[in-house]
Nanobody
Framework: VQLQASGGGLVQAGGSLRLSCAAS????????MGWFRQAPGKEREFVAA????????YYSDSVKGRFTISRDDAKNTVDLRMNSLKPEDTAVYYC?????????????????WGQGTLVTVSS
């Protein structure tokens, strides 16, 4: 699966952004999808994930209540809506996919990754 993330940019603290990840795979609807991020000097960390059927979502504690993950199987996209952004949300955000997954928050479970999109939140 080829993934293309977009939507990053510069935003002030308290603002909102919507990231989008477009997938090339025509069987996209069968894939579990995740968003991860990596800040400078830090390890890649889990942000959010959504099951292939869209009925189950997962969030890290740091973004729960502020971020929303969703998918549109007709468009082969998965979005990450980010509200109430904080400077500590600054990172490169990556989308990832895998058909079969047991631990959605584990980056090692995913086998396809997008190129990343930079989100910068100014204070």
């Amino acid at each position: 699966v080829q993934l293309q993330a977009s939507g990053g940019g510069l935003v002030q603290a308290g603002g909102s952004l919507r990231l989008s990840c477009a997938a090339s795979e025509r069987t996209f609807r069968t894939y579990n999808m995740g968003w991860f991020r990596q800040a400078p000097g830090k390890e890649r960390e889990f942000v959010a994930a959504i099951r292939w059927h869209g009925l189950r979502t997962y969030y890290s504690d740091s973004v729960k209540g502020r971020f929303t993950i969703s998918r549109d199987d007709a468009k082969n996209t998965v979005d990450l809506r980010m509200n109430s952004l904080k400077p500590e949300d600054t990172a490169v955000y990556y989308c990832a996919s895998r058909r079969y997954i047991s631990r959605p928050s584990d980056p090692n479970e995913y086998d396809s990754w997008g190129q990343g999109t930079l989100v910068t939140v100014s204070s």
